[in-house]
């Protein structure tokens, strides 16, 4: 008898149009547990290394947890991973929304897919019956429609949709998956990936409860949550305004990133802030069974465009990367630019962070409207970004080299234009400035999956003692704040561990301390009380920690080095503007903490591979084999 | 005696319409309009000379570790932010990731 999780993985082969059920061991759970640590075990065992990530080799994944689909608040969430378009490595991205929950329930823990399929497909998995039917009606097709489409012909209203748009389609490098329309596995190309298979979605559905340990200890979390979320006002900021209350916080503070991460600062903010954005507000889009309902849904009343609010309403990121990163401040199109990116299906970072570098060219002189068939790339006419988006999203004349990411559109136009692309391991930063956050500034050197905002909790939480004795830290082991530089790495090893365990639980950052408003002590019981696994907080950083080393080894295997660690250019240039006018990242100080990181890890501070006794301590010293091949 | 004389005056001093009482704009963001008095965003407070921001804070019941960003005069300060007569406090909610 299994608490929490079904004891079943499907394995599926589009090229031979073949399934199997894999039955791992109780043993497989209790270590690895779900999300990243599913997917870095099954990629390191079945995929070969050296693939072409857009191939029939590659493996694409997704993996829920021993947790998803239980009745509690902030964990719905589910990791899709494959070795990674972007980055040439371990590729992974995280969604909320409900398709995690539904694939539980439909008798699965996670779905892993091999091969190409003759032509367009999608899966439906339903109550343990799996089904690989003909797509052809749905290729081409927005993704909203996508599931409202299968709803029909599957006439199941109750399926949960995973689908590509027509950037997935059109293989855009930085392709997204969206369920619900508004939940995105965003970041990494995975839709892509989808397109390269000819998979266009997988609709779940079940009738299969996740069966429960103990379950008033699941309720008792539940019912704390419902009574305390309005109250707090961590969560209370979510409920009412969602992500795009960080845009006034960031501009005050001096790190919103402007005209592509020049500036910290950006004189239109007010026009694109969370109070001008709340007005838009229509409705609000939980996820699974969680009460802090942080996304929303927008309206406008425009005479140029209209927005279709299925497709939600923009986060902060989103704000922030077609906003002010692209010096505009005309709210509706940025609205817009969010419906026309969640409907073709194509990450709004990358895509803005794309642009932001082509502008900055463009600028500069680098490229002409020549080049940019026509289109003034200053967006001195905000709503000529929504005709440069349509062009990604299609692969069509400019947007062809956009769809290719800012690196590889840098080594393209030469002339030292790497120096303006905003990335690491050639994938576009997020909207966080790392010359603003050390801590956020290592975590994106180091990130398995390339810079992630959401692997690291930020500096800002280990900086004042009233936070650290109110969000969990002190827990942790931080009993002082912490402000130098040099004393940051203690933060990032401990602060990505969680929020690697975080990622294997599919639990919301937004949900659980230190950036949420559940402890650890609630975390612990919820764990036990769905899975009956006699764990706490020590075991718990263990999994996450032995998620990292099997994804961190994947990217050794694939030839990574220290030399792969680095940060952009950019990050070594002083912020122009802004209450962080003149900030830059040390290098010295960088390269001392990047050293002393790879210590704290267990891995050898010259070549960053983790020591054989780091993976016999966490169980996976199996590997070895594999890399040693 | 000279102590009932010391609390006399001290007594005084508390009292409001004796002492000359400083002023203090405070403009808040988003969430924090829930402040007590800053439902507009904003509020001028008037207040014991000797003040700092953690009285401010104290006095629109705002909760420990609520506030991210104090911008005194439009400079980042702390809790213990000694306030002054016509002083501009902006407080923001704390924020950091998504």
Redesign the interface.
């Known amino acids: 008898m299994s608490y929490g999780y079904n004891g079943k993985i499907l394995k599926i082969n589009l090229t031979e149009k073949k399934y199997e059920i894999s039955t791992p061991s109780d043993l497989f759970y209790r270590r690895y547990m779900g999300g990243r640590a599913f997917a870095a075990y099954y990629l390191l065992k079945e995929l070969e290394p050296g693939v072409d990530p857009l191939s029939p080799d590659n493996i694409l994944i997704f993996a829920a947890s021993v947790l998803t689909g239980a009745p509690a608040p902030g964990i719905p969430r589910f990791t899709v991973a494959a070795k990674s378009p972007m980055t040439g490595g371990f590729g992974e991205s995280e969604a909320g929304g409900s398709w995690g929950p539904q694939l539980k329930r439909s008798g699965f823990d996670a779905v892993i897919i091999k091969g190409k399929a003759a032509s367009p497909v999608y899966l439906y998995i339903n109550d343990g019956e799996v089904k690989i039917k003909d797509a052809g009606h749905l290729w081409g097709q927005p993704v909203a429609m996508v599931e409202t489409l299968l709803k029909e012909e599957l006439n199941n209203p109750k399926i949960k949709v995973v689908t590509i748009g027509i950037g997935g389609e059109k293989q855009v490098r930085y392709a997204c998956i969206l369920n619900e329309a508004s939940s995105a596995n965003g970041r990494n190309g995975f839709g892509a990936v989808m397109g390269s298979k000819n998979l266009k979605a997988i609709a779940v559905s079940g009738t299969k409860s996740v069966n429960l340990f103990d379950k008033e200890a699941v309720k008792d979390v539940s019912k704390w949550v419902a009574s305390i979320y309005r109250d707090n006002p961590i969560s209370a900021t979510l409920n009412e305004y969602g992500t795009p209350a960080a845009i006034a916080v960031l501009q005050a503070s001096g790190m919103l990133p402007t005209d592509n991460f020049s500036s910290g600062a950006f004189s239109g903010y007010d026009k694109i802030d969370g109070d001008t954005l709340k007005k838009k507000y229509v409705g609000k889009k939980p996820c699974y069974a969680c009460p802090i309902a942080c996304k929303k849904q927008a309206e406008i009343d425009d005479e140029r465009f209209s927005v279709d609010s299925v497709y939600g309403s923009p986060e902060y990121e989103t704000i922030a990367s077609f906003g002010s990163n692209l010096g505009i401040s005309d709210l509706n199109v940025i609205i817009k630019a969010n419906e026309l990116s969640n409907k073709y299906g194509i990450d709004t970072i990358s895509t803005g962070v794309t642009i932001a570098f082509a502008r900055e060219c463009f600028i500069n002189g680098l490229l002409s409207k020549e080049d940019t068939d026509g289109i003034d790339f200053t967006f001195a006419e905000p709503i000529d970004l929504l005709k440069v988006i349509e062009k990604v999203a299609h692969r069509d004349g400019f947007g062809n080299l956009l769809a290719e990411g800012c690196l590889r559109l840098a080594r393209k136009l030469g002339n030292n234009s790497e120096d303006l692309a905003v990335q690491c391991k050639g994938l576009e930063l997020p909207m966080h400035d790392p010359r603003a956050k050390f801590i956020v500034a290592l975590g994106y050197a180091v990130a398995v999956a390339g810079p992630d905002h959401m692997s690291i909790p930020h500096d800002v939480f280990y900086e004042t003692q009233e936070r650290i004795n109110n969000n969990g830290l002190d827990s942790l082991s931080f009993y002082e704040p912490i402000t130098d530089p040099a004393k940051k790495v203690k933060a990032a090893v401990y602060g990505q561990t969680l929020w690697s365990l975080y990622n294997v639980l599919g639990v919301c950052d937004f949900a659980y301390q230190p950036r949420g408003i559940i402890s650890f002590d609630k975390l612990v019981n919820l764990v036990k009380g769905i899975t009956g696994f006699n764990t706490n907080m020590f075991d718990l950083m263990e999994v996450g920690r032995r998620a990292i080393n099997l994804a961190r080894m994947f990217n050794v295997r694939e030839g990574f080095t220290t030399k792969d660690d680095k940060l952009p250019a950019m990050a070594y240039k002083p912020i122009k503007e802004g209450r962080l006018k003149g900030a830059k990242i040390d290098k010295k100080q960088f390269a001392e903490s990047l050293k002393e990181y790879y210590q704290l890890m267990g891995w050898n501070p010259e070549t960053g591979v983790p020591y054989t006794s780091t993976l016999k301590a966490l169980d996976i010293e199996w590997v070895l084999e594999l890399i040693n091949k | 005696m000279k102590e009932p004389k010391k609390q006399q005056n001290i007594k005084k001093l508390r009292n409001k319409d004796d002492c000359q009482m400083i002023t203090v704009s405070v403009k808040v963001?988003?969430?924090?309009r829930?402040l007590k008095g800053c439902s507009d965003?904003k509020t001028e407070l008037d207040l014991f000379p000797g003040s700092r921001v953690k009285d401010v804070l104290k006095d629109l019941s705002a909760?420990?570790?609520?506030i991210?960003?104090i911008?005194l005069n439009g400079r980042?300060a702390?809790?213990q932010g000694l306030l002054n007569d016509g002083d501009n406090l902006?407080l923001?909610?704390?924020?950091?990731?998504?």
Not at chain 2, 29 to 32: G, N
Not at chain 2, 63 to 66: A, K
């Open positions: 963001a988003a969430y924090l829930r965003g909760l420990p570790g609520e991210g960003l911008i980042a702390d809790l902006e923001y909610q704390i924020f950091g990731g998504g």
